[in-house]
């Protein structure tokens, strides 16, 4: 069985120790993040990760919706079983399925974009009151953040569209924002696509990365980061000096500790693992990962269910069991 203690040695980022380098990654899972059988969901699987990210949540929902109160239960039922806990913040408003149209870049009046930096800047700043140790805009896979960085889907012609350097304006404000929200101790991470086939590639994406670090980012979140091998996206991004995450297909014992072993990266999500099994970090810390409920892409009730509008939930896990 391989050697899986590599997962297991504890990472300091600024003030805070992560205890081990499993990363629960965002995921929306439809119960309603405040509610108690969402604050059970996140209780579950914060079990055995080093750090909890809490599925993407509109900041117009964090700033007008939640209670500082309701947020702490959250925070509290992530910390109560080590993991430090970070929340994964959306630029604009949705519910799934995702029915209505969308903002794009170019749909985007001066105003709005004010209104949105501000809402970061609230919504973190909140976060921050409630006990998360983190904030995450999203501004990965074709989302609207992403849509600014791509010059595929970025049609402006004003400051925030055209060349490399306008593309990357707007994901340097909404950091910026945030961190003015969130104050300089906490994490700020950020997630980021790193290639979109036709429109950007890696060395761009990197570029894009360093002014984010510039501009306040402690940790990047590459996803998907493997194409060829496991992490093979998320490894030129170390060379910026902030720990990076790598999420895809991670949830093999052998893919994670190839990606942490090669340096591919410093943290791993496993996301549709977790959902399969919330004991994944225990049984593989307990040499028993012949015991993981294993997730197998059949993206039925996870995916499937989203798409629905139902609570996400897996055909393998039956629940319950202990390592
Ligand atoms: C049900 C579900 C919901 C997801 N929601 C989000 C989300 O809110 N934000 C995000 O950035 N990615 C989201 N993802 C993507 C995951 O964070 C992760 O990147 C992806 O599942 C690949 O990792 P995996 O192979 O370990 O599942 C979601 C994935 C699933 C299965």
Redesign the pocket.
């Given at each position: 069985m391989v050697d899986a203690s590599p997962l297991f040695q504890p990472l300091k980022i600024k003030g805070f120790t992560v205890r081990n380098r499993i990363v629960l990654?965002?995921?929306?899972?439809l119960r309603g993040i405040t509610s108690d059988a969402g604050i059970e969901w996140y209780r579950e699987r914060s079990a055995g990760v080093g750090l909890t990210i809490v599925?993407?949540t509109p900041t117009v929902r964090v700033v007008d919706e939640f209670s500082v109160e309701g947020l702490r239960r959250l925070t509290d039922a992530i910390h109560a079983g080590g993991a430090l806990a970070a929340i994964?913040l959306f630029p604009i408003p949705f519910s799934w399925p995702m029915k209505d149209p969308v903002p794009t870049p170019a749909d985007m009046d001066n105003a709005s974009v004010e209104l949105m930096l501000e809402r970061y800047r609230l919504a973190a700043a909140k976060c921050a009151q409630a006990g998360f140790d983190g904030v995450e805009p999203?501004g990965?896979?074709g989302y609207l953040l992403n849509q600014f960085f791509s010059p595929k889907q970025n049609t402006r012609t004003d400051w925030y569209g055209g060349s490399l350097e306008k593309r990357m304006r707007m994901g340097m404000e909404v950091v910026r924002a945030a961190r003015r929200g969130l104050g300089r101790d906490k994490l700020l991470l950020y997630?980021h696509t790193p290639v979109e086939d036709g429109a950007y590639g890696i060395e761009d994406s990197l570029l894009f990365a360093a002014k984010l670090v510039e501009a306040g980012v402690d940790v990047l979140d590459i996803?998907?980061a493997s194409a060829e091998a496991p992490g093979d996206r998320s490894e030129p991004f170390r060379k910026l000096g902030v720990p990076v995450i790598a999420?895809?297909?991670?949830?093999l014992v052998e893919r994670t500790v190839e990606a942490m072993e090669k340096g591919r990266a410093d943290l791993i999500?496993?996301?549709?693992?977790?959902?399969a099994d919330p004991q994944w970090p225990q049984k593989v810390q307990a040499g028993k990962s012949d015991e993981i409920v294993k997730?197998v892409l059949c993206?039925k009730k996870?995916?499937g269910?989203?798409k629905k509008g139902l609570a996400?939930e897996c055909t393998q896990w039956q629940g319950g069991g202990s390592v």
């Open positions: 990654p965002p995921m929306v899972e599925e993407a994964q999203h990965a896979h997630r996803s998907p999420v895809n297909h991670m949830d999500a496993v996301g549709r693992g977790m959902i997730c993206n996870c995916f269910h989203l996400v």
